[in-house]
């Protein structure tokens, strides 16, 4: 096969990686593709049956080495992001919040639907302590509030 042709089926791959939530198999393909195009810029020349059974080998192996660590690499860099982990975090309501009732709070740069948990009024910008999450809403109590 012509290296360009390996190129060409690479970038295929990595789009394809890009564009299904495979969970990283065709990118480990796309790399042993980009390889054996490498090699043919670089003027190795193999027979088309060697090119096919050092693709597969590549590709294999690749992905047996190295497909459970990036897996594992992702999601331990996406760990951070459950909502019971917001516990404990500081927000602010956009506008007053009466006691039991739902308004808009800023966390985290986001605004989220917030429910007054405390027995007062909770003041637009006033620094309150997340005590729980309940789908995506926030219970909210003043900062200085004990439980």
Same mark, same amino acid.
């Given at each position: 096969? =012509?290296?360009?042709?390996?190129?060409? %089926?690479?970038?295929?791959?990595?789009?394809?990686? *890009?564009?299904?939530?495979?969970?990283?198999? *065709?990118?480990?393909?796309?790399?042993?593709? %980009?390889?054996?195009?490498?090699?043919?810029?670089?003027?190795?020349?193999?027979?088309?049956? =060697? /090119?096919?059974? *050092?693709?597969?080998? %590549?590709?294999?192996?690749?992905?047996? *080495?190295? #497909?459970?660590?990036?897996?594992?690499?992702? /999601?331990?860099?996406? =760990?951070?992001? #459950?909502?019971?982990?917001?516990? @404990?975090?500081?927000?602010?309501?956009?506008?007053?919040?009466?006691?039991?009732?739902? @308004?808009?709070?800023?966390?985290?740069?986001?605004?989220?639907?917030?429910?007054? @948990?405390?027995?007062?009024?909770?003041?637009?910008?006033?620094?309150? #302590?997340?005590?729980?999450?309940?789908?995506? /809403?926030?219970?909210?109590?003043?900062?200085?509030?004990?439980?």
């Amino acid at each position: 096969m =012509a290296w360009w042709a390996w190129l060409l %089926l690479a970038l295929f791959l990595f789009a394809g990686e *890009l564009l299904t939530p495979g969970g990283f198999w *065709l990118i480990f393909f796309g790399v042993a593709s %980009l390889a054996m195009g490498v090699l043919g810029v670089a003027g190795v020349t193999l027979p088309a049956w =060697a /090119q096919w059974l *050092l693709f597969t080998m %590549l590709s294999v192996t690749s992905t047996l *080495l190295f #497909r459970k660590p990036l897996l594992a690499r992702v /999601q331990r860099s996406t =760990a951070g992001s #459950r909502p019971d982990e917001l516990v @404990g975090e500081i927000a602010s309501p956009a506008a007053p919040i009466a006691p039991g009732a739902v @308004g808009k709070a800023e966390l985290r740069g986001t605004t989220w639907s917030a429910r007054n @948990g405390a027995n007062r009024e909770l003041a637009a910008g006033e620094r309150c #302590r997340v005590v729980r999450v309940d789908g995506l /809403q926030i219970l909210l109590e003043p900062e200085g509030a004990s439980r």
